[in-house]
């Protein structure tokens, strides 16, 4: 990835913002204070920043960025979404398989991101296309995956990040098993804590309804393990409302396994940092889990397979338009004064240059040779997976011949 200024860049893995945002009291289990100026049908979440671009105070959380931060949060944002489109367009092209675009949710995934420290360790779905910017990995990766040509795989370790699960809710179980690994090895409520570590799951509210989800609360909970269990409540699960995934709100769930839940305003980049950090940093000093419920709406589709069209009214979708976390903190930094229109189209010029890269790469990916994938299925092979190996090349050897004419 290329990188400008540092501190408006930020594309360093895990890097934070230098003056980090300042928290309260962890909302352990309290319900959060009522959204101003949403009306009588929004839910009551944590919110520090408006859809007019409006700073709000909170009880338990607040921010304190200097305005390079606050732009590098803008950047941040406006390079995933700029990526995210130029992937959809390479989907309907014909180049991908596939594409989960993160259309709407760049404040949570963003924000949340930005709120890991290098140590800790993200378990994502398929679609966090913005906390793998934030922990600095090339973009590319996860499209070689959709474009069927590997298997998207990056050095977790180093980048601290496990890879994209397909599977709904299976990454949750990874996560708390990782997690009692970071208990058991001492690594989290120790005296020094730059030496604590965390966990984050991410997940949809669809994969509330899954065993997994569920069978990973009860393990944290029990065991205590440091881990933020963070999901993304996009209104919608494929095509079905969350009305059918859950008759509460999601984030109540947390209680009833015996950890908080807190929810936040997942279009808001701000508040959504604040709430992640102090979860973050309470699971580090040896609190345990807790859950954020960030809520968002996904303004695209499930993935380029999907028509939302067929489950879910146009007004619904322009209602949730004004909402846009792009354009939130684009209203703060204009009415603040923090950037001004050289600014905004110095970023447009950075993010279509990152995405004309993208593509380039992208179109570039040779394709593997079809018997690699025998070659890390045992790490000292098998007699019988060599012969399968072997009559599989033989099978497409065929081919080769009756091409050639012979």
């Known amino acids: 990835m290329a990188k400008g200024n540092a501190a408006r860049s930020r594309s360093t893995a895990g890097t934070k913002p230098a003056a980090s945002a300042r928290t309260g009291t962890r909302a352990a289990g309290k319900s959060p204070g009522k959204s101003p100026g949403n009306g009588s049908r929004e839910p009551e979440f944590v919110q520090l920043l408006t859809p007019d671009g409006e700073r709000v105070e909170h009880a338990e959380y607040s921010v304190d960025f200097t305005d390079e931060e606050y732009r590098g949060l803008y950047r941040d944002m406006l390079i995933v979404r700029r990526l995210d489109t130029e992937a959809t367009a390479l989907q309907r092209q014909g180049e991908l398989g596939i594409w989960a675009s993160l259309l709407g949710q760049e404040a949570a995934q963003i924000g949340s991101g930005r709120a890991l420290r290098p140590q800790d360790m993200a378990f994502p779905t398929y679609r966090e296309h913005g906390v793998l910017w934030c922990r600095g990995i090339d973009p590319i990766m996860p499209l070689g995956l959709f474009r069927g040509v590997d298997f998207g795989g990056w050095d977790s370790r180093a980048t601290k990040m496990q890879m994209y ?80 995934q859950a008759r509460a709100p999601i984030y109540q769930r947390a209680h009833g396994y015996g950890f908080p839940g807190i929810q936040v305003d997942g279009n808001d980049v701000l508040a959504t940092y604040a709430v992640t950090e102090a979860a973050l940093d309470a699971a580090r000093h040896g609190e345990g889990p807790s859950m ?22 146009a007004s619904e979708v322009e209602a949730w338009q004004q909402k846009d976390p792009i354009l939130r903190i684009r209203r703060l930094l204009e009415k603040q004064q923090i ?58 050897a065929g081919f080769e011949s009756k091409g050639s004419g012979h």
């Open 165 to 244: 699960t397909v599977v709904i809710g299976a990454q949750t179980l990874h996560a708390t098993g990782y997690a009692m690994g970071v208990a058991k090895d001492g690594k989290c409520g120790g005296d020094d804590d730059s030496a604590n570590e965390a966990v984050i799951a991410y997940f949809g509210d669809g994969a509330t309804s899954e065993g997994d989800v569920n069978e990973s609360f009860v393990w944290a909970s029990v065991f205590n393990v440091p881990i933020v269990f963070f999901c993304q409540n996009n209104q919608y699960a494929i095509s079905e409302p969350v009305e059918r």
């Open 339 to 396: 950037a001004d229109a050289s600014y905004f189209d110095e970023i447009d010029a950075e993010a279509d240059s990152h995405a004309a890269d993208l593509r380039a790469r992208v179109l570039a990916l040779p394709d593997p040779d079809p018997a690699t994938m025998f070659d890390n299925v045992y790490p000292n092979g098998s007699p019988v997976l060599l012969a399968q190996r072997e009559q599989f090349v033989a099978y497409h």
């Open 292 to 313: 954020i419920e960030a809520y968002t709406y996904r303004m695209g589709a499930h993935t380029t397979s999907d028509d939302p069209t067929r489950y879910r009214i």
